[in-house]
């Protein structure tokens, strides 16, 4: 199993272009999640599904969107990038939902920088 | 505002002394998790703790729950090296800010 995979590992853009973040499971969990990490400033979930077919809100949505293709297939897009959207973003997958009793398995990450 | 906050934030010490890291969480969650990253790296689970008392040991390091106080510890025995990391306490979805742990010879 390769667990969560995320591609790519890193991307450089420049402010106003757009780019869409895959992320992959391969371990049949229900929820998927996105996450933007910052120093000093911990993970912030930007949007999750709990199950397909269904998406949320996170904490820091705006400037993302999300698609949950299928059960194993979580992508973020970023429509118009911009330079406070620098940052490594995670993808995490958990076998159930938000109230799940089961800890959540993270992606390697996809280092993002906009100039 | 819903929040989860660690102390400290940096934290450095010697191998084969003890210290505890705290983590106050603002939600009426009733769960906690704790996350290890390496510097570059994913992050990693260490512990779920589910109810109000739980307690879980791994090596060294022994994590708490008090939904009481809305309080869990992370505390490091005899640190190593090896246990040099950032440690993540979560509720799930809402993360504290990471403390950077280093152990020095």
């Known amino acids: 199993n390769a667990g969560v995979t995320q591609t790519p590992k890193f991307q450089v853009l420049k402010t106003g272009q757009s780019m869409t973040l895959q992320c992959a499971q391969d371990m049949n969990h229900n929820s998927m999640y996105w996450y933007r990490q910052d120093p000093g400033m911990g993970l912030r979930l930007i949007y999750y599904s709990a199950s397909e077919g269904t998406t949320d809100k996170g904490e820091v949505p705006n400037g993302y969107n999300v698609s949950r293709l299928n059960k194993r297939e979580f992508s973020l897009r970023l429509e118009s990038a911009a330079p406070s959207q620098t940052s490594v973003y995670f993808c995490a997958s958990s076998p159930q939902g938000r109230v799940s009793t089961d800890t959540q398995y993270f992606g390697p990450g996809t280092r993002l920088t906009v100039l | 505002e819903l929040k989860v906050e660690q102390n400290p934030l940096f934290l450095s010490m010697q191998e084969g002394k003890n210290y505890t890291i705290y983590c106050n969480y603002s939600t009426t969650s009733d769960r906690l998790y704790w996350y290890r990253q390496d510097p570059g790296k994913s992050l990693e689970s260490l512990f779920v703790l589910l109810s109000n008392g739980a307690v879980k040991q791994e090596g060294r390091l022994m994590a708490s729950l008090d939904t009481k106080a809305r309080l869990s510890t992370l505390h490091i025995t005899a640190a190593v090296h090896d246990l040099s990391a950032t440690y993540f306490c979560?509720?799930?979805?809402?993360f504290g800010q990471g403390t950077e742990l280093s152990v020095k010879p």
């Open positions: 979560a509720d799930p979805l809402i």
